[in-house]
């Protein structure tokens, strides 16, 4: 009995790897029961055609290429390269710059407008302070405008001190952009 069962399996997996491995059969579409149209792909043949594809857009991903494809979503991103378009009011950076003069400089990026300065007394004032300025749109107003201001000791500047800064930053690049249009 043992014996029986025993050629029963090997028969069984003998004729089940044989079938195997001549990779035809009903699925594949090669049985010859149902021919294939010429000039139709089979899926064995489109599924290799995926793999090789995926394999093409991740090594162009991978080496830093974009894909040449677009469509209509494209218009609504913004895909432009950050370290090619510069977005910052040059009057407003400069101006930056000169009113804080009396604080260190330890960070500039005029790509992202931002500007982080180290701890300074200003002139005839008492209390150290530590800057970071943003400028966040091309446009000299206002809105193009933020400074965060902050004590050694990390207490609150008063609102009104910001605002003074803010507005004497814009003034003077108000200022910067009358005389550049004077020249």
Same mark, same amino acid.
């Given at each position: 009995? @043992? ?10 997996? $003998? *004729?089940? $790897? ?55 979503? &494209? ?16 009057? *407003? ?9 009396? *604080?260190p400089?330890?960070?500039? &990026?005029? @790509?992202?407008g ?16 530590? /800057?970071t ?5 091309? /446009?000299?107003? /206002? ?9 050694? $000791?990390g $207490? =609150?500047? =008063?609102?009104?001190?910001a ?16 005389? &550049?249009?004077k020249?």
């Amino acid at each position: 009995m @043992f014996f029986h069962r025993l050629a029963r399996v090997v028969i069984f997996s $003998g *004729l089940v $790897g044989g079938l195997a491995a001549c990779g035809g059969g009903f699925a594949s579409g090669d049985s010859g029961l149902f021919r294939r149209t010429p000039g139709i792909p089979s899926e064995r043949q489109l599924d290799q055609k995926a793999r090789a594809d995926a394999q093409r857009a991740a090594l162009a991903r991978s080496a830093g290429e974009e894909e040449q494809g677009s469509t209509i979503w &494209d218009l609504f991103g913004n895909r432009d390269d950050p370290n090619t378009t510069v977005e910052v009011n040059k009057y *407003l950076w400069q101006a930056s710059l000169e009113i804080l003069n009396f *604080l260190p400089v330890e960070s500039v &990026d005029p @790509f992202t407008g931002v500007i982080s300065t180290g701890y300074g007394t200003p002139p005839g004032g008492g209390r150290a302070y530590r /800057a970071t300025v943003y400028v966040q749109d091309p /446009a000299l107003d /206002a809105r193009s405008l933020r400074v965060a201001l902050q004590t050694r $000791g990390g $207490g =609150a500047v =008063a609102t009104e001190t910001a605002r003074s800064i803010e507005d004497a930053i814009l003034t003077r690049a108000r200022q910067l952009r009358i005389r &550049d249009s004077k020249l």
